[in-house]
């Protein structure tokens, strides 16, 4: 391996905003320049912040918060709902040199889920806090509180009801996957209703270190209790400073059944496999395998990046210090090569 120091490291950061199934000719122009734009308004600070000697910790923390404010997103506000019609947020984040890592699930009142999982990795000796204890340490530690309905937008709304009927649908088509129906007059990039909205970010700072993010409302329509591959170190979320960061965006409980943030690592550090060759392994074979439809983003310790999804699209972006942002939606979309 090649001796990483801080002169040969060129910091980058790289986001996700879910990943689903494309429909190029129903987005208008305006929507996906919507989603380039936020994007971009979250990749430019966030690489800023790496240019000036910022750690790769701060700067996946600063790119989910962003990424939670923004409503487009299935993160914080803009959250989906569940069956029952409340919201459950789940976020997680890892520190690649120390794999220290912190997480919450399930809650439903801390404003920014992400910062809850870096104070539980910072504040306390465990990784994973769910529900009304998560919510207690955030309240105890000055995060900020919401009354649920601050996640509530009409659109994810309408995503519940549409998704409450397809449910039926399903049950009476032997267990298939959910398989949603058309909104009608939908403008998204992503179709809305096969889209996994989560979001997340990868990043290598000047000090050769690496971290990962991720936070997410989960799946439209799951059960209440329902806890994704998100907050869980290893499934949705892992960074080791050996090896790469990963964040992961897709139906999470096949990305927990293949473990799929720590195989990408695992096959680096046991096999030698590239970041590049990981990351396809995992995305295109042994999740299919299952069913797993999604994507993820990921940098290595030399900063090489890949932005794999076996969905249509998969919003996304990279940003390099020294270099113009890129964000891409689509699969032909043109987007950073390492
Ligand atoms: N992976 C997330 C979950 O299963 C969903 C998503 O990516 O939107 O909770």
Not at 102 to 111: D, H, L
Not at 252 to 263: C, S, T
């Amino acid at each position: 391996m090649h001796p990483v120091t801080p002169s040969n490291v060129r910091p980058v950061i790289a986001v996700h905003g879910g990943a689903g199934t494309m429909s190029r000719e129903g987005a208008a122009a305006e929507q996906q320049a919507a989603y380039h734009d936020a994007l971009r308004a979250v990749l430019g600070p966030a690489r800023d912040l790496l240019a000036r000697g910022g750690t790769a910790l701060d700067a996946v923390s600063l790119a989910v918060d962003l990424l939670e404010d923004c409503p487009l997103f299935n993160a914080g506000h803009g959250a989906v709902f569940t069956h029952d019609e409340t919201h459950e947020l789940d976020a997680a984040v890892m520190d690649g040199a120390t794999r220290k890592a912190g997480a919450v699930g399930c809650v439903a009142r801390i404003k920014r889920p992400v910062r809850a999982a870096r104070a539980v990795m910072e504040h306390t000796d465990h990784v994973l806090l769910v529900g009304a204890g998560a919510e207690a340490l955030a309240e105890r530690l000055g995060l900020e509180l919401v009354s649920p309905d601050y996640f509530s937008t009409d659109h994810r709304r309408e995503q519940l009801r549409r998704a409450l009927a397809a449910d039926k649908a399903v049950l009476d088509h032997d267990g298939a996957a959910l398989v949603f129906r058309q909104p009608s007059g939908a403008t998204p990039p992503l179709d809305e209703q096969r889209k996994f909205g989560t979001v997340g970010a990868v990043a290598l700072d000047v000090h050769g270190n690496l971290a990962a993010a991720t936070s997410t409302g989960g799946m439209t329509n799951k059960r209440p209790g329902r806890v994704g591959d998100s907050p869980l170190i290893g499934a949705g979320t892992y960074a080791d400073n050996a090896t790469a960061a990963i964040s992961c965006t897709g139906t999470g409980e096949m990305f927990i059944r293949v473990l799929a943030a720590y195989d990408i690592c695992a096959r680096m550090a046991y096999a030698g496999a590239t970041l590049e060759q990981a990351a396809e392994a995992v995305v295109m074979q042994a999740l299919p395998a299952i069913g797993g439809r999604g994507g993820l983003v990921a940098v290595d310790r030399l900063g090489n990046v890949a932005l794999p999804f076996n969905t249509e699209g998969m919003y996304r972006g990279v940003a390099r210090v020294g270099e113009a942002l890129q964000t891409a939606i689509f699969r032909d979309d043109p987007v950073a090569r390492p």
